[in-house]
């Protein structure tokens, strides 16, 4: 208690003693005080300079503009960035694309042990964060910008920007400046429950010139808007496993259970809690080192999508759905950052090293998977109508359980040469070790478990995984069918160089690099499912079992099915190789750029569970062997583009055209008819994206600021490759297996998620009278539709266009500002991705309208 009041005391004297001169300072300037444009410097070659004299397609958002579009969360700003898009199942499990750079994306259960890496690489400062299916969702609390490099950028950031690279760069301590801030807003959910945050960042200098320390703290809770509806969940006669092996009729004796108990309104609440405290020491003129510690946690309860219709068919009210059980996702992450600038002679030296630890644990409702084919396996006795029949069929109540952990360490040193000079050059080398754990857990199997005999029907437990055990050596779960349990990452030695060379000075400049890379790829563990451990008596008595270790042998009778990782060849890859980049830029007056990007960008690859044969031709030979791994693929970047400033710079306009080409892309198929009961991955077709994006901003008058962005992208399969027969015991080993459908898709369809429009335009008008400064602020959002997905394997759901608008008004006096918005403010519903991954249609909205009020203290003693 004590302590608490000493805290108090100390904030409170600090703000008292900064009040007056912060208020004699921001009464005697206003945001509408500059007649001109503010620059924006950003590092995107890893050198600050003008946005405007960056040789590629840089978007920004500042400190400033983030405040202004009250934008905390990536689905706050996303829109506000025209060609970044993304697919999201809920708060941290988004897939983020640049350019429309992506062939799929399905559900997040397991993606972490099965999907691809990103195309985009997302950095907190130098450290970079890649987990498949789930991007890092940082809190957007003191930053000083957030940066999008669009289009490769293998050369200065690596494997994981082979479409590009989100940026999150936060505020740095300042020396000799105390200075801070709170922030606190209020808001309602429409149909749904009040909002509420909080953010205070306070910087203070310990020694002068010397030391100086900044932290953060933010609290927000967002109502939740999602309402489980009361519903039973009956069996009938159309579920797949009830049609195909009971000819239709349900056993008289099937349970039907419920969600009574757990049916409620607004079940997902979600709430952002995190701190961040950095150190400035500055050793002396030429050297100072940056000691930072992040830690945040995302706590999101229910589910963020909304079920078309109920389980039982019916169609249900938006933002509804029909669960079962209660379903959530914790997602935290710490991560430890030491950044040491200096200088050795004109070289400029940075050493930054980083270190990541995330946690997700998540557990979602997985009812609707009575209604697929192999329910009735698991969930009824007996097998079939034509052979013991079965007579019950027992809950159809199901769960999966995903636990990831991720670690990634990495440490870069960069040597920069003077800016001033006609050649300067970049170069360093880079070393990282990303790991990751996934333990994911499919609980649908309810047919009890038991002592195994004759006339019984039960399952044994799935017991210890027989492999080397990579996460848990422990038995299952009764309930636990299947699970895969990995762990997959890999090491990384890189070495970069870029070079400018001004042909003519300050006016032609061509830029040269490369990166040298070499991944060491590995994968253990494995996957297990209980196909083979069920015990029933019938027409002719069978049993298969037990599933035990001492009996393991990957397939068929006497062991559990699944697939040893750590005995699979290979389980391993080294993929190496150079990435390059060239720029030819003309500065054609003070305020015109010209310039030529060519950039090529990639990412690593991966691992298949199991190499199973499949497909069998008519004599019943497999025609394909599924590929153990799956190689990186590789997107090459020509941009031609130009950046301008008119009239005094009271007028920006930029734009880019561009041509990608997308070869040997990774592509993930899920057809358990042909290729197996599991998704795969493969290296599938090649791509062409032809886009145009132009931004223009204009300070109509000295209060009044108009900015509008834009993209359209054309994509396009520049070829269509059939499986090609791959078992060497076949006779039309090596041909094309037509009798399958080609399940990459048509020849020139478009990407999925890929919109053809994106756009934004946003109106501020800053004014003041007496001893008040005002604003007011419209702004409005429109994506075009897109497909879900190409090819036939996947229900290519065809994702509708929506428009959405956000507005503001504002007062302030002194350091104080207070702000009232709206947000969807005609409370569009479309959803922006749907699915049927969970064996039922679904699909994540957008957050209702939110309307709301914030209040914000700032205070500085400069």
């Given at each position: 208690m004590k302590s608490n009041q000493k805290l108090s005391s100390a904030i409170v004297a600090v703000l008292s003693v900064h009040a007056a001169a912060?208020?004699?300072?921001?009464?005697?300037?206003?945001?509408?005080?500059?007649?001109?444009?503010?620059?924006?410097?950003?590092?995107?070659?890893?050198?600050?300079?003008?946005?405007?004299?960056?040789?590629?397609?840089?978007?920004?958002?500042?400190?400033?503009?983030?405040?202004?579009?009250?934008?905390?969360?990536?689905?706050?700003?996303?829109?506000?960035?025209?060609?970044?898009?993304?697919?999201?199942?809920?708060?941290?499990?988004?897939?983020?694309?640049?350019?429309?750079?992506?062939?799929?994306?399905?559900?997040?259960?397991?993606?972490?042990?099965?999907?691809?890496?990103?195309?985009?690489?997302?950095?907190?400062?130098?450290?970079?964060?890649?987990?498949?299916?789930?991007?890092?969702?940082?809190?957007?609390?003191?930053?000083?910008?957030?940066?999008?490099?669009?289009?490769?950028?293998?050369?200065?950031?690596?494997?994981?920007?082979?479409?590009?690279?989100?940026r999150y760069i936060t505020n740095k301590p300042k020396l000799n400046v105390t200075e801070g801030s709170v922030e606190a807003s209020y808001g309602t959910t429409a149909g749904g429950d009040p909002n509420n945050a909080i953010t205070a960042v306070l910087n203070v200098p310990l020694i002068a010139d010397t030391l100086a320390v900044r932290g953060v703290f933010y609290n927000d809770r967002r109502g939740g808007y999602i309402n489980n509806v009361p519903s039973e969940f009956t069996r009938m006669g159309t579920d797949l496993g009830i049609a195909e092996r009971m000819g239709g009729v349900v056993p008289a004796d099937s349970e039907v259970i419920n969600n009574y108990q757990m049916a409620a309104n607004a079940i997902n609440p979600l709430t952002y809690t995190g701190f961040r405290v950095s150190a400035l020491y500055k050793v002396n003129d030429n050297w100072h080192a940056l000691l930072s510690q992040a830690y945040q946690n995302i706590d999101a309860e229910g589910v963020f999508y909304e079920n078309p219709n109920g389980s039982?068919?019916?169609?249900?009210?938006?933002?509804?759905?029909?669960?079962?059980?209660?379903s959530f996702v914790k997602d935290r992450f710490e991560n430890t950052a030491l950044t040491i600038n200096g200088q050795i002679g004109d070289l400029k030296v940075v050493y930054s090293g980083a270190y990541l630890v995330r946690n997700v644990e998540q557990i979602q409702d997985y009812t609707n998977y009575a209604r697929g084919v192999w329910a009735t396996y698991y969930q009824c006795n007996g097998y079939s109508t034509g052979f013991d029949p079965p007579t019950k069929c027992y809950s159809p109540s199901a769960t999966w359980h995903d636990t990831d952990r991720q670690t990634h360490q990495s440490h870069e040193l960069r040597l920069t040469t003077p800016d001033d000079q006609r050649i300067r050059a970049t170069g360093g080398v880079y070393w990282e070790d990303f790991e990751i754990y996934d333990q994911m857990d499919y609980w649908y199997k309810s047919v009890p478990t038991c002592t195994p005999t004759f006339n019984t029907e039960c399952f044994l437990p799935i017991q210890p995984w027989p492999g080397t055990p990579a996460n848990n050596p422990n038995i299952r779960n009764p309930a636990d069918a299947f699970f895969d349990d990995v762990q997959r990452g890999y090491k990384q030695t890189a070495a970069f160089a870029s070079v400018d060379f001004d042909l003519i000075p300050k006016t032609l400049t061509l830029t040269l690099g490369t990166r040298y890379f070499k991944y060491n790829e590995q994968e253990r563990g494995g996957d297990v499912g209980s196909f083979y451990c069920k015990f029933y008596d019938g027409a002719v008595p069978k049993s298969f079992g037990p599933c035990s270790v001492t009996n393991y042998n990957g397939y068929g009778p006497g062991g559990p099915y699944g697939t040893n990782l750590d005995n699979q060849v290979p389980n391993s890859a080294s993929p190496s190789g150079f990435k390059s980049r060239a720029n030819l830029s003309w500065k054609v007056t003070e305020d015109a750029l010209l310039y030529y990007t060519w950039s090529q960008g990639f990412r690593v690859g991966?691992?298949?569970?199991?190499?199973?044969?499949?497909?069998?031709?008519?004599?019943?030979?497999?025609?394909?062997?599924?590929?153990?791994?799956?190689?990186?693929?590789?997107?090459?970047?020509?941009?031609?583009?130009?950046?301008?400033?008119?009239?005094?710079?009271?007028?920006?306009?930029?734009?880019?055209?561009?041509?990608?080409?997308?070869?040997?892309?990774?592509?993930?198929?899920?057809?358990?008819?042909?290729?197996?009961n599991l998704a795969h991955f493969f290296n599938g077709p090649s791509y062409r994206v032809k886009g145009f994006e132009p931004t223009i901003i204009a300070r109509v008058t000295q209060g009044l600021t108009v900015q509008a962005a834009a993209s359209w992208n054309s994509s396009s399969q520049t070829n269509s490759p059939f499986l090609v027969n791959n078992n060497p015991k076949s006779p039309t080993y090596g041909q094309a297996i037509t009798s399958i459908p080609n399940p990459y898709g048509p020849l020139g369809s478009p990407l999925p998620n890929s919109p053809a429009f994106q756009g934004n335009i946003r109106v501020r008008y800053d004014f003041s009278f007496n001893e008040f400064n005002a604003f007011w602020q419209l702004t409005g959002t429109h994506q075009d539709h897109s497909y879900g997905s190409t090819g036939y394997t996947t229900n290519a759901y065809d994702n509708p266009g929506f428009s959405t608008y956000d507005g503001s008004i504002g007062i302030g006096k002194g350091p104080w500002t207070v702000t009232a918005y709206g947000q969807n403010l005609t409370n569009v519903l479309t959803a922006g991705s749907l699915n049927n991954s969970q064996f039922v249609e679904t699909a994540v909205p957008q957050r209702p309208r939110v309307l709301g009020i914030k209040a914000s203290y700032k205070f500085s003693d400069k």
């Open positions: 912060a208020s004699a300072q921001q009464a005697a300037t206003t945001p509408a005080a500059g007649a001109s444009l503010a620059d924006v410097v950003v590092t995107a070659q890893r050198r600050e300079e003008s946005i405007q004299n960056v040789p590629i397609t840089v978007q920004a958002l500042t400190a400033e503009t983030l405040t202004q579009l009250n934008a905390t969360t990536i689905d706050d700003y996303l829109k506000y960035l025209p060609n970044v898009s993304r697919v999201t199942n809920g708060p941290g499990q988004s897939n983020i694309y640049i350019r429309g750079i992506t062939a799929g994306s399905g559900g997040t259960e397991g993606s972490g042990a099965i999907g691809n890496f990103p195309s985009v690489a997302v950095y907190l400062d130098d450290q970079s964060e890649a987990l498949p299916g789930r991007n890092l969702d940082i809190y957007a609390a003191d930053l000083e910008r957030i940066e999008v490099l669009e289009g490769p950028q293998g050369t200065l950031f690596g494997g994981g920007a082979e479409a590009g690279v989100l039982e068919g019916n169609p249900l009210p938006p933002l509804s759905v029909t669960l079962f059980n209660p991966g691992f298949n569970r199991g190499t199973s044969a499949v497909a069998p031709d008519a004599n019943g030979i497999p025609q394909f062997i599924t590929p153990a791994l799956w190689a990186p693929d590789t997107l090459t970047n020509n941009e031609v583009g130009w950046k301008t400033e008119w009239f005094n710079h009271r007028v920006l306009f930029n734009a880019a055209l561009y041509r990608e080409d997308w070869t040997n892309v990774q592509t993930g198929i899920d057809d358990p008819t042909i290729l197996g």
